[in-house]
Protein backbone atom coordinates (compact mmCIF):
# COMPACT_ATOMS: atom_id res chain seq x y z
CA UNK A 1 0.00 0.00 0.00
CA UNK A 2 3.11 2.19 -0.34
CA UNK A 3 2.59 2.98 3.76
CA UNK A 4 3.95 1.21 6.71
CA UNK A 5 1.92 -0.70 8.62
CA UNK A 6 2.46 -1.13 12.62
CA UNK A 7 0.79 -3.12 15.77
CA UNK A 8 0.97 -2.42 19.26
CA UNK A 9 -0.26 -5.17 20.97
CA UNK A 10 -1.33 -4.95 24.82
CA UNK A 11 -2.92 -8.09 26.15
CA UNK A 12 -0.95 -10.20 28.92
CA UNK A 13 -1.07 -13.08 26.32
CA UNK A 14 2.20 -16.03 25.93
CA UNK A 15 4.70 -14.27 23.41
CA UNK A 16 4.46 -17.03 21.32
CA UNK A 17 0.25 -16.30 20.64
CA UNK A 18 1.33 -12.70 20.17
CA UNK A 19 3.65 -13.33 17.05
CA UNK A 20 1.26 -15.81 15.81
CA UNK A 21 -1.68 -12.56 15.96
CA UNK A 22 1.14 -10.48 14.55
CA UNK A 23 1.83 -12.60 11.92
CA UNK A 24 -1.59 -12.68 11.04
CA UNK A 25 -2.10 -9.27 10.87
CA UNK A 26 0.59 -8.59 8.49
CA UNK A 27 -0.12 -11.26 6.37
CA UNK A 28 -4.00 -9.97 5.89
CA UNK A 29 -2.58 -6.64 4.98
CA UNK A 30 0.31 -7.81 2.47
CA UNK A 31 -2.93 -9.94 1.13
CA UNK A 32 -5.18 -6.66 1.12
CA UNK A 33 -1.27 -4.99 -0.96
CA UNK A 34 -1.46 -7.79 -3.35
CA UNK A 35 -5.22 -7.38 -4.30
CA UNK A 36 -5.98 -3.85 -4.31
CA UNK A 37 -2.41 -2.50 -5.55
CA UNK A 38 -3.12 0.01 -7.97
CA UNK A 39 0.55 0.14 -8.65
CA UNK A 40 0.77 -3.87 -9.43
CA UNK A 41 -0.44 -4.50 -13.24
CA UNK A 42 -1.06 -8.29 -11.64
CA UNK A 43 -2.95 -7.29 -8.82
CA UNK A 44 -6.76 -8.31 -8.71
CA UNK A 45 -7.74 -4.62 -8.93
CA UNK A 46 -5.88 -3.84 -11.82
CA UNK A 47 -7.20 -6.65 -13.63
CA UNK A 48 -10.71 -6.44 -12.99
CA UNK A 49 -10.08 -2.58 -14.65
CA UNK A 50 -8.56 -3.53 -17.72
CA UNK A 51 -11.65 -5.77 -18.16
CA UNK A 52 -9.36 -9.09 -17.38
CA UNK A 53 -11.71 -10.09 -14.46
CA UNK A 54 -15.26 -10.44 -14.64
CA UNK A 55 -17.18 -9.06 -11.69
CA UNK A 56 -18.88 -12.75 -11.35
CA UNK A 57 -14.95 -14.18 -11.33
CA UNK A 58 -14.47 -11.42 -8.39
CA UNK A 59 -12.83 -11.97 -5.12
CA UNK A 60 -15.83 -11.72 -2.11
CA UNK A 61 -13.07 -9.13 -1.00
CA UNK A 62 -13.29 -6.86 -4.34
CA UNK A 63 -16.76 -7.47 -4.88
CA UNK A 64 -17.20 -5.83 -0.70
CA UNK A 65 -14.99 -3.05 -2.11
CA UNK A 66 -16.72 -2.22 -5.27
CA UNK A 67 -20.18 -2.33 -3.05
CA UNK A 68 -18.91 -0.05 -0.32
CA UNK A 69 -17.36 2.06 -2.69
CA UNK A 70 -20.82 2.71 -4.09
CA UNK A 71 -22.15 3.41 -1.26
CA UNK A 72 -19.92 5.90 -0.10
CA UNK A 73 -20.15 7.27 -3.55
CA UNK A 74 -23.94 8.17 -2.73
CA UNK A 75 -23.31 9.16 0.61
CA UNK A 76 -20.77 12.17 -0.16
CA UNK A 77 -22.61 13.43 -2.85
CA UNK A 78 -19.93 11.88 -5.33
CA UNK A 79 -17.19 13.38 -3.87
CA UNK A 80 -15.85 9.68 -2.82
CA UNK A 81 -15.23 8.22 -6.59
CA UNK A 82 -13.28 5.43 -6.97
CA UNK A 83 -13.05 6.37 -10.83
CA UNK A 84 -12.08 9.94 -9.79
CA UNK A 85 -8.67 9.34 -12.08
CA UNK A 86 -10.52 7.65 -14.80
CA UNK A 87 -9.42 4.24 -13.57
CA UNK A 88 -10.88 2.03 -10.50
CA UNK A 89 -8.54 3.31 -7.63
CA UNK A 90 -10.53 2.01 -4.18
CA UNK A 91 -7.43 3.07 -2.34
CA UNK A 92 -9.18 5.90 -0.34
CA UNK A 93 -11.22 3.23 1.14
CA UNK A 94 -9.10 0.38 1.19
CA UNK A 95 -6.44 1.16 3.66
CA UNK A 96 -8.75 1.74 6.31
CA UNK A 97 -10.61 -1.29 5.33
CA UNK A 98 -8.16 -3.23 5.75
CA UNK A 99 -6.76 -2.02 9.32
CA UNK A 100 -10.78 -2.27 10.58
CA UNK A 101 -10.69 -6.10 9.44
CA UNK A 102 -6.88 -6.78 11.11
CA UNK A 103 -8.53 -5.14 14.46
CA UNK A 104 -11.90 -7.13 13.73
CA UNK A 105 -10.08 -10.32 13.87
CA UNK A 106 -7.55 -9.70 16.58
CA UNK A 107 -11.03 -8.41 18.63
CA UNK A 108 -12.63 -12.02 17.71
CA UNK A 109 -9.50 -13.78 18.71
CA UNK A 110 -9.12 -12.65 22.13
CA UNK A 111 -6.99 -9.42 21.95
CA UNK A 112 -9.18 -6.70 23.38
CA UNK A 113 -6.47 -4.24 23.49
CA UNK A 114 -4.51 -3.15 20.69
CA UNK A 115 -4.01 -0.44 17.97
CA UNK A 116 -3.44 -1.00 14.00
CA UNK A 117 -1.80 1.74 12.30
CA UNK A 118 -2.03 1.61 8.41
CA UNK A 119 0.13 4.81 7.69
CA UNK A 120 -1.64 7.06 10.09
CA UNK A 121 -5.39 5.68 9.90
CA UNK A 122 -5.56 4.45 13.20
CA UNK A 123 -7.93 1.47 15.02
CA UNK A 124 -7.37 1.45 18.83
CA UNK A 125 -9.92 -0.43 21.07
CA UNK A 126 -8.89 -1.33 24.50
CA UNK A 127 -6.25 0.16 27.05
CA UNK A 128 -2.40 0.71 25.89
CA UNK A 129 0.86 -1.30 27.66
CA UNK A 130 0.41 1.09 30.51
CA UNK A 131 -3.07 0.58 31.05
CA UNK A 132 -4.79 4.01 30.31
CA UNK A 133 -6.56 5.14 27.32
CA UNK A 134 -4.64 5.21 24.01
CA UNK A 135 -3.20 8.51 22.45
CA UNK A 136 -3.46 8.81 18.61
CA UNK A 137 -1.49 12.08 17.49
CA UNK A 138 -2.22 14.04 14.88
CA UNK A 139 0.71 15.01 12.79
CA UNK A 140 1.09 18.74 12.05
CA UNK A 141 0.42 19.29 8.58
CA UNK A 142 3.41 21.68 7.96
CA UNK A 143 5.94 19.96 10.62
CA UNK A 144 6.40 16.47 10.40
CA UNK A 145 7.90 16.01 13.76
CA UNK A 146 4.95 17.50 15.51
CA UNK A 147 1.28 17.02 16.21
CA UNK A 148 -1.39 19.76 16.33
CA UNK A 149 -3.66 17.90 18.34
CA UNK A 150 -3.98 14.49 20.46
CA UNK A 151 -6.90 12.00 21.00
CA UNK A 152 -7.76 9.55 23.99
CA UNK A 153 -9.94 7.19 23.56
CA UNK A 154 -10.34 2.70 24.27
CA UNK A 155 -12.38 2.39 20.86
CA UNK A 156 -11.55 4.97 18.27
CA UNK A 157 -11.19 5.00 14.33
CA UNK A 158 -9.03 7.94 13.35
CA UNK A 159 -8.38 8.78 9.46
CA UNK A 160 -6.67 11.22 8.41
CA UNK A 161 -6.10 12.52 4.99
CA UNK A 162 -3.92 15.21 3.58
CA UNK A 163 -1.96 17.01 1.26
CA UNK A 164 1.66 17.11 3.30
CA UNK A 165 3.05 13.72 1.87
CA UNK A 166 1.88 13.10 -1.77
CA UNK A 167 0.98 16.34 -2.60
CA UNK A 168 -2.37 17.44 -4.27
CA UNK A 169 -2.99 13.95 -5.20
CA UNK A 170 -7.09 13.62 -4.34
CA UNK A 171 -9.01 14.86 -7.02
CA UNK A 172 -12.00 17.18 -6.58
CA UNK A 173 -14.15 14.78 -9.20
CA UNK A 174 -16.54 17.61 -10.53
CA UNK A 175 -13.73 19.58 -11.36
CA UNK A 176 -11.35 16.90 -12.72
CA UNK A 177 -8.73 18.56 -11.01
CA UNK A 178 -6.76 18.09 -7.73
CA UNK A 179 -8.75 19.93 -5.01
CA UNK A 180 -7.71 22.56 -2.74
CA UNK A 181 -8.44 24.50 0.04
CA UNK A 182 -7.75 21.94 3.43
CA UNK A 183 -4.52 20.48 3.97
CA UNK A 184 -5.51 18.25 6.54
CA UNK A 185 -8.67 16.34 7.13
CA UNK A 186 -9.07 13.51 10.09
CA UNK A 187 -12.44 12.00 10.87
CA UNK A 188 -13.09 9.74 14.05
CA UNK A 189 -15.83 7.33 13.96
CA UNK A 190 -16.06 3.37 14.93
CA UNK A 191 -15.31 1.99 11.15
CA UNK A 192 -12.17 2.84 9.68
CA UNK A 193 -12.66 2.21 6.24
CA UNK A 194 -15.71 4.96 6.63
CA UNK A 195 -13.38 7.20 8.41
CA UNK A 196 -10.69 6.89 5.75
CA UNK A 197 -13.30 7.47 2.48
CA UNK A 198 -15.58 10.56 4.63
CA UNK A 199 -11.97 12.33 5.43
CA UNK A 200 -11.15 11.77 1.33
CA UNK A 201 -14.24 13.17 0.40
CA UNK A 202 -14.20 15.95 2.51
CA UNK A 203 -10.64 17.09 1.33
CA UNK A 204 -11.83 16.45 -2.20
CA UNK A 205 -15.06 19.36 -1.35
CA UNK A 206 -12.11 21.92 -0.45
CA UNK A 207 -13.73 24.49 2.14
CA UNK A 208 -16.96 23.16 1.79
CA UNK A 209 -15.90 19.92 2.97
CA UNK A 210 -16.57 21.55 6.74
CA UNK A 211 -19.90 22.32 6.69
CA UNK A 212 -20.45 18.37 5.18
CA UNK A 213 -18.64 17.29 8.46
CA UNK A 214 -20.21 19.33 10.76
CA UNK A 215 -23.64 17.82 9.47
CA UNK A 216 -22.23 13.90 10.46
CA UNK A 217 -24.02 13.17 13.32
CA UNK A 218 -22.33 10.34 13.64
CA UNK A 219 -18.86 11.48 13.48
CA UNK A 220 -16.36 13.70 14.44
CA UNK A 221 -13.36 15.43 12.74
CA UNK A 222 -10.57 18.22 12.67
CA UNK A 223 -9.45 19.77 9.57
CA UNK A 224 -6.73 22.48 9.27
CA UNK A 225 -7.08 24.66 6.08
CA UNK A 226 -4.28 25.70 3.47
CA UNK A 227 -3.96 28.79 5.28
CA UNK A 228 -3.45 27.13 8.50
CA UNK A 229 -6.64 28.01 10.42
CA UNK A 230 -7.80 24.93 12.20
CA UNK A 231 -11.55 23.57 13.23
CA UNK A 232 -12.63 20.78 15.15
CA UNK A 233 -15.91 19.11 16.61
CA UNK A 234 -16.74 19.89 20.08
CA UNK A 235 -16.99 16.67 20.83
CA UNK A 236 -13.55 15.27 19.72
CA UNK A 237 -12.07 13.39 21.95
CA UNK A 238 -9.16 15.57 22.87
CA UNK A 239 -6.44 15.18 25.64
CA UNK A 240 -3.42 17.41 26.23
Known amino acids: MGTTITLDLADDLPPGRLHELA ?3 FAWMREVDGRFSTY ?7 R ?5 VLLSEASADLRFVLEACADLWGATDGFFDAYATGR ?3 SGFVKGWAAQVASDRLLAAGAANHCVNAGGDVRVRGFSPAGEPWRVGIRHPWDAMATCLVLAGTDL ?3 TSGVYERGRHVLDPRRGAPASGLRSVTVVGSDLGV ?3 YATAALAMGAAGIG ?3 RLGDHTHAVVTDDARQFHSTALPLTV
Open 40 to 46: KADSEVC
Open 212 to 214: WLD
Open 195 to 197: ADA
Open 157 to 159: AVA
Open 23 to 25: DDV
Open 88 to 90: LDP
Open 48 to 52: FDRGE
